[in-house]
């Protein structure tokens, strides 16, 4: 039974890991893996692949950056030429990045099965590009493999045959469950001459906020009264630069003395990084779950999450993008104590291990 998995950007890498070390288990599997070179950038992908101990790709089909439609359409125009030569029995996606429905769509259209790993989550919001990649994905999907109790809801209420459906737990945290004692030895505290808890991470690439100078301002002005009592590290994402410098604030975060911006960290930096801090702020998917199992407070800038369960069990809140906003969900955590690390169901580090399980099974029928 051969399967191609796809990944592309930089939150897919730690999606596919344990998905490829598990596959590798089952000797009916033959994997490939297509890296479809969304993400380039030696920081936003390769580093994953070394620290994540990831199998280079079977085939890298370089894509790059571009609009929404050049980007998915240069996908589907590279991925079929790979399913023809390979014919495999199943692609399996991750996410709800443009790689994710371009692969989808092209596999679908050649009766390849579909297997769409964080299925079912929903923001509600259509102008994210995301929610419609998921939309999409989900709807074309044979197999949906969820991460929490709201995918499951979502998708049955979309009308998906039950029978399609498996609730396994989050694949993104059986990575950080695997890697949590190396990134504990990360000498990222030292290089940046940090304390623990003596600082908050930020992490912004949205383009609700890294495009909207509205947004921006809002969050600027947050961030200088947030830097003035505790230092922020910015690990930017390169699409964040682009839209502060478009938006003409870079002069304006290049003076806030307790600021720090750099380059993108690896992932073992990065999660010692966040696990360290008093709190994070972020506009990401990923980290939202991410800190929910640290235990570290998270200020979400967004007005909604398509990841209810860190709201709700976790340590997530959802403050916007408004200085006010944002302010507030910051006086909130530093007057409360830290909170305890909680577990939503299945997030055990054992994820994976269930798809692999339920893949091959699925497929025979
Ligand atoms: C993509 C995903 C988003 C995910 C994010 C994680 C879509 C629609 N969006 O957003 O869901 O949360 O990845 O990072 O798929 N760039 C570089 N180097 C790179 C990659 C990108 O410089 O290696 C810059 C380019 O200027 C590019 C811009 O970032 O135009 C945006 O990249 P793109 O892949 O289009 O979307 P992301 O914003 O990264």
């Not at 890294?210 to 947004?215: E, N, P």
Request: charged share 25%; with cysteine; net charge neutral.
């Amino acid at each position: 039974m051969k399967i191609i998995l796809v990944a592309g950007a930089r939150p897919n890498f730690m999606k596919i890991a344990p998905l490829m070390a598990e596959f590798r288990k089952h000797p009916e599997l033959e994997c490939r893996l297509v890296h479809t070179g969304q993400h380039y950038d030696e920081s936003m992908s390769q580093i994953f692949f070394d620290e994540l101990n990831i199998a280079p790709p079977d085939v890298n089909l370089e894509v790059g950056s571009g609009s929404h439609a050049r980007q998915t359409a240069e996908i589907m125009t590279r991925f079929e030429p790979v399913l023809e030569r390979e014919r495999p029995d199943a692609v399996l996606v991750v996410g709800d990045v443009n790689s994710t429905i371009a692969c989808g769509l092209v596999a679908v259209k050649m009766g390849v099965r579909l297997i769409h790993v964080e299925a079912g989550l929903r923001s509600f919001d259509r102008r994210m590009p995301e929610e419609i990649n998921r939309v999409l994905t989900d709807a074309i999907s044979d197999l949906l493999f969820c991460s929490e109790q709201s995918g499951v809801d979502n998708l049955r209420r979309e009308g998906i045959a039950a029978e399609k459906i498996f609730l396994v737990g989050n694949v993104m945290i059986d990575t950080l469950l695997a890697h949590r004692r190396r990134a504990e030895a990360s000498g990222i505290l030292d290089r940046l001459k940090l304390s623990a808890r003596e600082y908050a991470v930020l992490t912004l690439h949205r383009p609700s906020n890294v495009d909207s100078a509205v947004s921006l301002a809002g969050i600027v002005e947050a961030l200088d009264a947030i830097q003035k009592d505790l230092p922020v590290i910015f690990p930017a994402h390169p699409r964040a630069w682009k839209g502060i410098e478009a938006a003409g604030f870079s002069e304006r975060l290049n003076e806030m003395p307790r600021l720090r911006a750099m380059a993108p960290l690896g992932y073992l930096d990065f999660m010692k990084l966040m696990s360290s801090a008093r709190l994070v702020l972020t506009d990401s998917g990923g980290i939202q779950e991410e800190t929910t199992i640290l235990g570290v407070p998270c200020l979400t800038l967004r007005a909604n999450t398509e990841r209810p369960v860190t709201v709700e069990m976790g340590t997530n809140r959802l403050v916007g993008s408004s200085r006010e906003g944002i302010l507030e969900g910051y006086r909130g955590i530093t007057a409360r104590s830290r909170e305890g690390a909680v577990m939503p169901p299945l997030w055990d580090g054992r994820a994976a291990e269930r798809i692999a399980r339920i893949v091959p099974e699925a497929l025979r029928v």
